[in-house]
């Protein structure tokens, strides 16, 4: 996932302790607005956002740190983009299932950015 949106509303700052982004297989493929595959422009629909979902999870699929995004997200309550190989949608199930999680289940779950960080 890509950590650059330029000035919009859906910037994400992943915190000091989420080193792992640097090893991820989209760091520094973002340069401009353009590039940004891994999150939807505004009124982007049908057949052009499948592409370029697809496209952006191809680049997920070869990525070292994709459990440590798919975590951050979900701890994090991201709702656009894809992280970790996830869309919005298959983000929106992963966050209902770790919200009914006991609490012991959610730390186990987001541990994994205590250790790589």
């Known amino acids: 996932m890509a950590f650059s949106r330029y000035g919009t509303d859906r910037a994400v700052d992943p915190g000091p302790r989420a080193a792992w982004r640097q090893q991820a297989a989209c760091a520094g493929l973002v340069v401009s607005p353009t590039d940004d595959m891994w999150f939807p422009p505004d009124g982007e629909h049908g057949n ?3 592409v370029r979902e697809r496209a952006a999870k191809r680049v997920c699929a070869r990525c070292p740190v994709t459990q440590e995004c798919l975590a951050f997200a979900v701890a994090t309550g991201q709702q ?7 869309g919005s949608r298959e983000l929106a199930a992963r966050r209902r299932a770790w919200r009914r999680a006991r609490p012991a289940e959610r730390v186990l779950a987001t ?4 250790v790589k960080a």
């Open 111 to 114: 541990s994994v950015l205590e």
């Open 80 to 86: 656009h983009g894809v992280w970790g190989g996830l």
């Open 48 to 50: 052009v956002a499948r």
